[in-house]
């Protein structure tokens, strides 16, 4: 057995002669897995000094295994449970057998084989409320510090790798791993952490878009001189604490378009470079703005759930790009404070991950009160579902996608109709408008996002960065004289770099009239007034909520979008999309990965899978309904859960 340090000990603060030495954890390589080791104690585990002779060890830490809660304490029935931790877990490995704490053990420095290749010394636990699982133990003080293993960000999805404090503040995890260009993430073990009713999701591992605040981070919002510029967040963002409190592991926050305006790579992603979408062959846009969250959760098995914000289908269409659940929830359904606002009328937070089981608990946690879970219970379906801009079923997508509707009617017990969404809003669309919906929409979505962030992000960004409320001065002595000067701005009255897209957006807003925010604000609620009365109402039963379902294509695997394109220049989202509906209506909406086609890739000379999905809408508030839709279609096998990598292999 081998274990090398790389890092740094673990005496948490070390204060001498005015100097003062902070860990920050350190790293190992324990048969040629790597491992970061926690700078905060969890505990005293064994009394006295340990001898480390014949031991695994380094810098006086060794690798130990602690059994707590465990009744049966036969060699056998350890043998069984160590092979159990081996498949559920990714941290703990055979290794840490060298040294075995048991709680309840009365006799100490026995020797057992608990697997063939390793003899394990045996030792009594002396903290019995230790969670089970890998530790590495300090010989000389007897205390041990939880273990993480350390992951490859390979797709480039993260801003950066973070560490929980135990007050639930944030420290970035300071740790590397041979690789290219890349950070390194770190993930405790699962074993460490049992969900109860008060902490839904214990041990579920999350990663955070890199607009919501994180205490103890800096954020940079896809703005290298927004990182460079402001200090770390003193308080962490509402919609990332109710998750926390609910027992969430954040591991790291996640690249996103500049300021949450979609960017196409890779000439739109100047400031940070565009993850890779792993799908297909790996070059297409992972689409944006939430683009590390749809990178990493279709790359990495060992993260569960991503943190997304949606705008105008932020959440959505990265979902689709790489074919996995993700949802724009109802608007308001939690405070977005401590968020980087794009556009206060349409911002929601939600959610990216390949098991549908998990959405419900993660909805619950995030958005309290405001959501009314299904878990557990009978929801009463409705019986009406359309489906409205489906392509032809001859086409490969096409297939797929109403082989889903037959699917989801014969579970339903429904027959889906067609929608047409132009005959409807002409046939009764409030009276007073008398244009068609792409006339009336047109500048609506485009005005929205400009003129309302540039108030709140661009104009106290700008202040800031030339420092016009900089209040230091700064004092000159001049021969004869002697004077005061306001110290010049920080960067004497310069604008920092904003990419492309972001600029062209801006730039945009800047020369049409402010008249038109209150214009597009009046649209906005119009349609989605017409639309929550006249095409999708709320249901007065909550165990049906809606009046029906509507459906439409998601990604249809039809269009690769390689990132080695030449593109012209970006310019202002505008014009209508079906996506923007659920935005106006504020109500929400849902991507359900169905399947894979094989496309021509420019990249390989081969064909390549791509993702199709579906979009399911349903009325405003009714969230936890498509929640529970897509926990009981895959429990009926119409959906499915979505693996990491170059295909989604859902056949």
């Given at each position: 057995?081998k274990?090398i340090?790389?890092?740094?000990?673990?005496?948490?603060?070390?204060?001498?002669?005015?100097?003062?030495?902070?860990?920050?954890?350190?790293?190992?390589?324990l048969?040629?897995t790597y491992?970061y080791?926690?700078?905060?104690?969890q505990?005293?585990?064994h009394?006295g000094?340990?001898?480390a002779e014949?031991?695994?060890?380094?810098?006086?830490?060794?690798?130990?295994?602690?059994?707590?809660g465990q009744?049966?304490?036969s060699?056998?029935?350890?043998?069984?449970?160590f092979?159990?931790w081996?498949?559920?877990?990714?941290?703990?490995?055979?290794?840490f057998?060298?040294?075995?704490?048991?709680?309840?053990?009365?006799?100490?420095?026995?020797k057992?084989?608990?697997?063939?290749?390793i003899?394990?010394?045996v030792?009594?636990?002396?903290?019995?409320?230790?969670p089970?699982?890998?530790y590495?133990?300090?010989?000389?003080?007897?205390?041990?510090?939880?273990?993480?293993?350390?992951?490859?960000?390979f797709?480039?999805a993260?801003?950066?790798?973070v560490l929980?404090?135990?007050?639930?503040?944030?420290?970035?995890?300071?740790?590397?791993i041979?690789n290219?260009?890349?950070?390194?993430?770190g993930?405790?073990s699962?074993?460490?952490f049992?969900?109860t009713?008060?902490?839904?999701?214990?041990?579920?591992?999350?990663?955070?878009?890199?607009?919501?605040?994180?205490a103890?981070?800096k954020?940079?919002?896809g703005?290298?001189?927004?990182?460079?510029?402001?200090?770390s967040a003193?308080?962490?963002?509402t919609?990332?604490?109710?998750l926390?409190?609910a027992?969430?592991?954040?591991i790291?926050t996640?690249k996103?378009?500049q300021?949450a305006?979609?960017?196409?790579p890779?000439a739109d992603?100047?400031?940070y470079h565009?993850?890779f979408?792993?799908?297909?062959?790996?070059?297409?846009?992972?689409?944006?703005s939430?683009?590390?969250a749809?990178?990493?959760?279709?790359?990495?098995?060992?993260?569960?759930?991503v943190?997304?914000?949606?705008?105008g289908?932020?959440?959505r269409?990265?979902?689709?790009a790489?074919?996995?659940?993700?949802n724009?929830?109802?608007r308001?359904?939690?405070?977005l404070?401590?968020?980087m606002?794009?556009?206060?009328t349409?911002d929601?937070?939600g959610f990216?991950?390949r098991?549908?089981?998990?959405?419900?608990?993660?909805?619950?946690?995030m958005?309290?009160s405001?959501?009314?879970?299904l878990?557990?219970?009978?929801?009463?379906?409705p019986t009406?579902?359309?489906?409205?801009g489906f392509?032809?079923k001859?086409?490969?997508?096409?297939?797929i996608l109403h082989e889903?509707?037959?699917?989801?009617?014969?579970?339903l017990?429904?027959?889906?109709?067609e929608?047409d969404?132009?005959?409807?809003?002409?046939?009764?669309?409030p009276?007073?408008?008398v244009?068609?919906?792409?006339?009336?929409?047109?500048?609506?979505?485009?005005?929205?996002?400009?003129?309302?962030?540039?108030?709140l992000?661009r104009e106290?960004?700008?202040?800031?960065?030339a420092?016009?409320?900089?209040p230091?001065?700064?004092t000159?002595?001049?021969?004869?004289?002697?004077?005061q000067?306001i110290?010049p701005?920080?960067h004497?009255?310069?604008?920092?770099?904003?990419?492309p897209?972001?600029?062209?957006?801006?730039?945009?807003?800047d020369?049409?009239?402010?008249?038109w925010l209150?214009?597009?604000r009046?649209n906005?609620?119009?349609f989605?007034?017409?639309?929550?009365?006249?095409i999708?109402?709320r249901?007065?039963?909550?165990?049906?909520?809606?009046?029906?379902?509507?459906l439409?294509?998601?990604?249809?695997?039809?269009?690769?979008?390689?990132?080695?394109?030449?593109?012209?220049?970006?310019?202002?989202?505008?014009?209508?999309f079906?996506?923007?509906?659920?935005?106006f209506a504020?109500?929400p909406?849902?991507?359900?990965?169905?399947?894979?086609?094989?496309?021509?890739?420019?990249?390989t000379?081969?064909n390549?899978?791509?993702?199709?999905?579906v979009n399911?809408?349903?009325a405003?508030?009714?969230?936890?309904?498509?929640?529970?839709l897509a926990?009981?279609?895959l429990?009926?096998g119409?959906?499915?859960?979505p693996?990491t990598?170059?295909?989604?292999?859902?056949?």
């Amino acid at each position: 057995m081998k274990i090398i340090a790389t890092l740094s000990l673990l005496a948490h603060v070390v204060v001498q002669a005015g100097a003062r030495l902070t860990s920050t954890g350190a790293s190992f390589e324990l048969n040629g897995t790597y491992y970061y080791v926690s700078p905060y104690s969890q505990g005293k585990a064994h009394n006295g000094p340990l001898s480390a002779e014949g031991l695994p060890h380094a810098f006086g830490l060794t690798p130990v295994t602690i059994v707590s809660g465990q009744t049966d304490l036969s060699a056998t029935a350890l043998e069984q449970l160590f092979q159990n931790w081996a498949a559920k877990d990714d941290v703990w490995q055979p290794a840490f057998l060298s040294t075995v704490l048991l709680s309840g053990q009365e006799k100490s420095n026995e020797k057992v084989a608990y697997h063939p290749e390793i003899e394990s010394m045996v030792l009594s636990l002396s903290a019995c409320s230790l969670p089970p699982g890998p530790y590495f133990l300090d010989v000389f003080s007897g205390n041990v510090f939880q273990a993480f293993r350390l992951y490859d960000d390979f797709n480039g999805a993260f801003t950066t790798s973070v560490l929980q404090t135990p007050n639930d503040t944030f420290q970035v995890l300071s740790a590397q791993i041979p690789n290219s260009a890349s950070l390194t993430i770190g993930v405790p073990s699962r074993l460490y952490f049992t969900p109860t009713d008060e902490k839904p999701l214990a041990g579920v591992r999350f990663a955070v878009k890199d607009l919501f605040s994180l205490a103890g981070i800096k954020k940079s919002n896809g703005n290298r001189a927004w990182w460079n510029l402001y200090p770390s967040a003193n308080q962490t963002a509402t919609a990332i604490q109710n998750l926390i409190d609910a027992g969430a592991i954040i591991i790291g926050t996640q690249k996103l378009s500049q300021f949450a305006n979609g960017a196409v790579p890779t000439a739109d992603w100047v400031d940070y470079h565009a993850p890779f979408n792993p799908r297909g062959d790996g070059y297409n846009d992972p689409s944006s703005s939430s683009a590390g969250a749809s990178a990493s959760i279709a790359s990495y098995s060992w993260l569960d759930i991503v943190v997304g914000s949606d705008t105008g289908g932020s959440v959505r269409w990265p979902a689709a790009a790489v074919g996995v659940y993700g949802n724009r929830p109802s608007r308001g359904l939690v405070s977005l404070e401590g968020a980087m606002p794009m556009s206060p009328t349409l911002d929601t937070a939600g959610f990216l991950l390949r098991d549908p089981t998990l959405w419900d608990a993660a909805n619950s946690a995030m958005f309290k009160s405001n959501y009314t879970s299904l878990a557990g219970k009978m929801a009463k379906y409705p019986t009406e579902v359309y489906a409205m801009g489906f392509p032809n079923k001859t086409t490969p997508a096409g297939r797929i996608l109403h082989e889903f509707t037959y699917r989801l009617g014969k579970f339903l017990n429904v027959n889906v109709k067609e929608f047409d969404l132009f005959e409807a809003w002409n046939d009764s669309r409030p009276v007073e408008i008398v244009d068609d919906i792409e006339i009336f929409t047109n500048l609506t979505y485009s005005v929205l996002i400009s003129k309302e962030q540039i108030p709140l992000v661009r104009e106290p960004f700008f202040t800031d960065y030339a420092g016009k409320h900089s209040p230091l001065f700064l004092t000159r002595f001049v021969p004869n004289s002697s004077h005061q000067y306001i110290r010049p701005a920080a960067h004497e009255r310069r604008r920092p770099f904003l990419d492309p897209t972001t600029k062209a957006r801006w730039d945009w807003s800047d020369s049409v009239p402010d008249s038109w925010l209150g214009d597009a604000r009046r649209n906005k609620t119009l349609f989605g007034d017409w639309w929550n009365t006249k095409i999708q109402t709320r249901s007065e039963d909550e165990m049906q909520c809606t009046s029906n379902f509507i459906l439409y294509p998601g990604a249809v695997g039809d269009a690769p979008s390689p990132r080695n394109i030449y593109l012209k220049s970006p310019s202002p989202p505008l014009g209508w999309f079906t996506g923007l509906i659920s935005c106006f209506a504020e109500s929400p909406d849902s991507t359900f990965p169905l399947g894979e086609i094989l496309v021509p890739s420019t990249i390989t000379g081969q064909n390549e899978t791509l993702p199709v999905t579906v979009n399911v809408m349903a009325a405003k508030g009714c969230d936890g309904v498509l929640a529970k839709l897509a926990a009981d279609l895959l429990a009926a096998g119409v959906l499915k859960v979505p693996t990491t990598g170059s295909s989604m292999a859902m056949a």
